[in-house]
């Protein structure tokens, strides 16, 4: 577990990662996801065709001996 040496040194930004580096440097990277939420999209109602019926197969036994 790393030690918290100075606070606010930095000013931090939403949906961004802060990390020191192997030579000592404060790094400031993008996250993958957080930060703004995103708006919500409305739905668009798709309407799918409907296919004609096919006739419907006949089941074929086969006969023992």
Do not use: F, Q, W
């Not at 993958?32 to 739905?43: E, H, L």
């Not at 004609?52 to 086969?62: Q, R, V």
């Amino acid at each position: 577990m790393g030690k918290v040496i100075v606070k606010s040194v930095v000013k931090r930004k939403p949906g961004h990662l802060y990390y020191v580096d192997g030579s000592g440097n404060v790094c400031e990277a993008k996250m993958a996801r957080g930060g703004k939420k995103k708006k919500k999209v409305a739905k668009k109602k798709v309407v799918k065709k409907k296919a004609a019926k096919k006739p419907a197969k006949k089941k074929t036994t086969k006969k023992r001996r």
